[in-house]
Every structure is written in structure tokens, then in C-alpha cells.
């Protein structure tokens, strides 16, 4: 076992990514490309105007912050893969740097995860006990729950893909997707998976259920509180403020449910790959402009440094 995964280590996998179309390699790179680069700017552009803005500096915009952050970090861990595949012969990565990207990978999947059930929590109480938000959420409650995250999703993450490098690779060094997805990874793989498939199996489905859990309950209380309240307007404004949030939501656990719980789906390596390109490339473009476009003090901040930049030109 030990030699085979020595020799393991050694193997270089062969990305397939969309090689089946060729004549659709230049316009999915530079529709890739856009998206990309609207995926960088826009998430590195939430961080900033979090920072910059002092009436931003609350509990939910420092969640968004790290909601930001964390999709600016995934975007740059996948995407700049599918993207030279797309223009270069030589569609290959190696064995270390495939286990590097989808341990990373999957810290920031499942810390994402979490980091949307917390900022469900941060509505729950923001919008049930408003006149107690400041002293419930209090900086030091914050930092803890970010850390939590990130700390939780690093260890799950770890123990799956330490699961993944107990496997051995001999010929079968072939990966349909264009990125180290789960299912495209034991596939490829020589031995007995069925322990790294349960590992993965009960540390996602844990992960996807206390997640869940946490944002229904939270969104229970939260309709109710909504309509008990007496005026429109404000039954209006707490609608909108959860709108863009549950967008949010309804996307990332959507595509992990069609990835990951729809039966026979990993039987499509076509689905697979749309889904991985749902989940990898477009909803991390797509959740800042959700926040940004539906949140005023957003909106007032970029138009605020607009006008400064074109009164000082």
C-alpha cells in the first residue's frame, strides 16, 4: 500500500474539462474570462466599500465581508485551472497540486456553507430583537462565529482529503471535470473508495443538514416576526433586507443538492460539469452584484466614490 501510494504521488491527471467541444474552447474562455474578472472586481470591490464606509462597519457587513472574501478566494482557486485548460494542449495537473485544490476547495465550500447560516442567525436577530442587535451580535460574538467557520471547514476539509490520498492511482489517471471535483477524483482511483466515500458522505450530509437547520429555524422565526408587524412599510423593508440573502442561499445549497443528493446524477459527467461551473465560477460573480445592486448604502457608496473620482479628474 505504501509503495502504490508513493507511485501515486508521482502521476499527473489528465483534465478533460470541455475537450469534447472544440469548437466552443474560445467562447467559453472568454465568457469565463468576463465572468472571472466581474467575480474578482465585484468581490474585492464589496470588501473595500465594507472597510471604507464607517456606516457599514455592523455585524452583517462584516459577514459580507467574509462572504466576499471567500468567494474571491475560491474563484481565484479554480477558475485561472479552467481557464488554461481551455487555450493550452497540455491539460494535465499533478497529483499534489489536484489534492491542493480540492482540500482548499473544499474549506471554502464548506466554510461558505456556514457563513450563510450564520448570517442567517445575524437576520434572525436582527430583525426579532433589534432594540438588543448591538449587544447580541457584539464584535467579540462575531469574530468568534467567522473563526468558527473557517476553522470548521478547514477540518472537514482535511479529513476528506486526507480520505482521498489513502487511494491509490495507477492508469486511470483521467478527470472529466475541469477541477478536482470529488466524484471525477475516486473515480479515477484503483482501490477500494468505499471509506473515503463514506468519510465524504456523513461529513457532507452533516454539514448540508446543520447548515439547513440553522437557516430554517432562523427564517421561521424571522416570517413570523414579519408578519406580525403592523405597518407595510415596514413589512416591505424586512422583506427586502432578506431577499438578497435567501438569493444567496437558494443558489449555493441548490447546485450542492443537484451535485451532490439528486440520485444517479454523478452517472452525467456533463451535468457534473455544468454544476461544478454553476458553483465554482458564476455564483461567486453573482452574489456581489445581488448584494450590491439590492442594498442602498452599497449603491450610495459606489456612487459616492464615482463622483469623487470624476470631480478630482
Known amino acids: 500500500m505504501m509503495d502504490e501510494r508513493n507511485l501515486s504521488a508521482g502521476i499527473t491527471f489528465v483534465l478533460l474539462g470541455f475537450s469534447e467541444y472544440p469548437q466552443l474552447q474560445v467562447p467559453l474562455f472568454l465568457v469565463f474570462l468576463a465572468v472571472y474578472t466581474v467575480s474578482v472586481v465585484g468581490n474585492l470591490g464589496m470588501i ?3 472597510r471604507i ?5 455592523t455585524p452583517m457587513y462584516f459577514f459580507l465581508r467574509h462572504l466576499s472574501f471567500l468567494d ?50 445575524d ?6 430583537n433589534p432594540l438588543l442587535y448591538k449587544v ?24 476528506i482529503t486526507h480520505s482521498l490520498l489513502e487511494l491509490s492511482f495507477c492508469n486511470s489517471n483521467v478527470i472529466h ?11 479515477a482511483s484503483c482501490s477500494d473508495s468505499y471509506f473515503s466515500q463514506m468519510t465524504c458522505f456523513i461529513i457532507s450530509t452533516l454539514n448540508e443538514v446543520c447548515s439547513l437547520l440553522i437557516i430554517l429555524t432562523s427564517y421561521i ?22 431577499a438578497s440573502h435567501l438569493t444567496t442561499i437558494t443558489m449555493f445549497h441548490g447546485v450542492i443538492l443537484l451535485l451532490y443528493c439528486v440520485p444517479n446524477s454523478r452517472n452525467s ?28 448604502a452599497v449603491k450610495e457608496t459606489i456612487r459616492k466614490l464615482v463622483n469623487t473620482k470624476i470631480f478630482s479628474h
Not at 464606509?53 to 462597519?57: A, D, Q, V
Not at 437576520?123 to 426579532?128: L, Q, T
Not at 455544468?274 to 442602498?296: F, W
Open 48 to 50: 473595500v466599500i465594507i
Open 53 to 57: 464606509n464607517p456606516k457599514l462597519h
Open 177 to 187: 471535470p475541469f477541477g478536482s471535483e470529488y466524484s471525477a477524483i475516486v473515480s
Open 269 to 296: 459527467w456533463l451535468f457534473i460539469k455544468v454544476a461544478t461551473v454553476l458553483h465554482t465560477v458564476v455564483i461567486p460573480m453573482l452574489n456581489p452584484l445581488i448584494y450590491s445592486l439590492r442594498n442602498n
Open 123 to 128: 437576520w434572525f436577530v436582527a430583525v426579532c
Open 221 to 242: 422565526f424571522i416570517i413570523v416576526r414579519i408578519i406580525k408587524l403592523p405597518s407595510a412599510g415596514g413589512l416591505r423593508k424586512a422583506f427586502s433586507t432578506c
Open 72 to 121: 474571491f478566494c475560491y474563484s481565484c482557486i479554480i477558475t485561472p485551472k479552467l481557464l488554461e485548460i481551455l487555450v493550452v494542449d497540455t491539460r494535465t495537473i499533478s497529483y499534489m497540486g489536484c489534492m491542493m485544490q480540492f482540500f482548499f476547495g473544499c474549506t471554502l465550500v464548506i466554510t461558505e456553507m456556514f457563513m450563510l447560516a450564520v448570517m442567517a442567525y
Open 136 to 159: 447580541a451580535m457584539s464584535p467579540k460574538l462575531c469574530s468568534l462565529l467567522v473563526t468558527g467557520t473557517y476553522t470548521w471547514g478547514g477540518m472537514c476539509s482535511l479529513t
